[in-house]
């Protein structure tokens, strides 16, 4: 089986091309340029990858990279929640770029879509309320990149509706783990961490912690496995930060404890002692006032039985281990 992965020098989609190559399947990776020669290098690394050149903005190219393809695994995306001016931007990667790979893959005759969304299409929670489950659409979009991801799946249900496209979607968690050649926010979020963001307190706030590795093996089971709609990706259980933290220190006593648990009260106060680490500390902005109100009194809470259910994903990598791995690309990024 031939397949293409958008966003292939991604944290995603890195780590997925380097298991479908394991697999044994014939992999076409695009990125947005191949003059770009440290990404290409580093995907050719991984084994006889096919890379192409292609925008999301571009659907000339988009068909191009489609030709001959039995599956799409389009992970390209803009990740990012504290960058200034990119707002329009974030959106419209999501919008055009699905729009045209759809597109594209309906010219090209592509059997099968594995889509990457992300669990912030779904609501939070309050505290104590039952899970989320893939039924749900979050109606909070203050966020650019929530509204970019759920206008974005929304609108790919659409196309594929319209125009009968065979399409699964996956929605992971906040991704870490090994494998990445650039800061995601949720490795800004770790690293910020190592660095003694966190040292005076920890926000009474949980995480939908997830492993790159498990979020693979969740989209090749839904490429390989006749299945509809959509399965959410995450750990049996979203850690608090403080959990988080202290996994951390467990493997490198060096990273700091808090002090202290935050009151709910303080919530609101991250935004400014997020600035004061980043000019104190040099740690990497972690948080937007946007994104603060959205998460205000309540929780990440998802269910990810269905795909348990229906594709027969487990768990895998605990986060001990992922946080490990974590850490040790951090470093190794730093030169460390």
Not at 25 to 49: F, H
Not at 137 to 145: A, L, M, Q, S
Request: aromatic share 6%.
């Amino acid at each position: 089986m031939k397949v293409l992965v958008t966003g292939a020098n991604g944290h995603l989609g890195y780590n997925l091309i380097k298991e479908l190559l394991k697999k044994g399947y014939t992999v076409r990776g695009s990125i947005r340029s191949l003059k770009d020669t440290q990404k290409v290098n580093r995907l050719k690394s991984l084994g006889d990858v096919d890379l192409v050149e292609a925008d999301l903005a571009r659907s000339d190219q988009l068909k191009a990279a489609m030709k001959g393809i039995d599956l799409l695994f389009h992970t390209a995306a803009i990740y990012s929640y504290t960058e200034p001016g990119r707002e329009q931007e974030i959106i419209d990667a999501s919008l055009k770029g699905i729009e045209n790979a759809f597109n594209a893959a309906v010219e090209a005759k592509v059997k099968k879509i594995v889509l990457t969304s992300s669990v912030v299409t779904l609501p939070m929670t309050l505290p104590n309320a039952p899970p989320s489950n893939e039924r749900h659409w979050t109606k909070d979009k203050r966020v650019p990149y929530i509204k970019a991801k759920t206008e974005g799946e929304k609108l790919a249900w659409k196309i594929a509706k319209e125009k009968k496209i065979h399409m699964v979607s996956i929605l992971p968690g906040t991704i870490a783990g090994p494998g990445f050649a650039r800061n995601t926010p949720t490795i800004d979020v770790l690293e910020a961490m190592m660095m003694g963001a966190m040292r005076l307190g920890v926000i009474q706030m949980n995480y939908p912690y997830v492993d790159v590795r498990d979020v693979v093996t969740a989209h090749i089971l839904a490429g390989e496995k006749e299945c509809e709609g959509r399965f959410i990706v995450c750990n049996d259980i979203s850690p608090m930060f403080r959990d988080i933290i202290e996994t951390m220190h467990s493997l490198d006593s060096k990273i700091p404890l808090p002090l202290m648990t935050l009151p709910n009260f303080m919530l609101g106060a991250m935004g400014f002692f997020d600035k004061f680490n980043h000019m104190t500390l040099g740690t990497p902005l972690i948080v937007s006032p946007e994104f603060m109100a959205t998460m205000k009194g309540k929780l990440w809470n998802f269910s990810n039985q269905r795909i348990k259910d229906v594709l027969g994903w487990q768990q895998q990598i605990p986060m001990e281990q992922s946080l490990r791995d974590t850490i040790e690309e951090i470093r190794n990024l730093k030169g460390q």
